[in-house]
């Protein structure tokens, strides 16, 4: 069984900048990507980013190009979504997500307030 347990939410200025971080546990092998997707209130839930995990390849949502960047650590199993720039509309609960030759697992998110 997999697990991914975001970290790093919390409240920003306009401008400003947070990290967040997901560590994925257990059966991790066969992952080909990670990702963070958002849900600000009202709305659906959206692609802001992924990275293909064997080649470190990464993907961007245009409205986050430029400001955001996700890397990854294989050894410690994490992906990080540097955020920088911050506007009220980044407001949203981010869920981080693995996909693997099983499925996708998603994390329980964190909350960002602009």
């Known amino acids: 069984q997999v697990q991914v347990v975001e970290s790093g939410g919390g409240l920003v200025q306009p401008g400003g900048s947070l990290r967040l971080s997901c560590v994925a546990s257990?059966?991790?092998?066969?992952?080909?990507?990670m990702g963070w997707f958002r849900q600000a209130p009202g709305k659906e839930r959206e692609f802001v980013a992924q990275i293909v995990w064997g080649s470190g390849l990464p993907y961007y949502a245009d409205s986050v190009k430029g400001r955001f960047t996700i890397s990854r650590d294989n050894a410690k199993n994490t992906v990080y979504l540097q955020m920088n720039s911050l506007k009220p509309e980044d407001t949203a609960v981010y869920y981080c997500n693995l996909n693997a030759d099983t499925g996708v697992t998603w994390g329980q998110g964190t909350q960002v307030t602009i």
């Open positions: 257990g059966r991790t092998f066969g992952r080909y990507a």
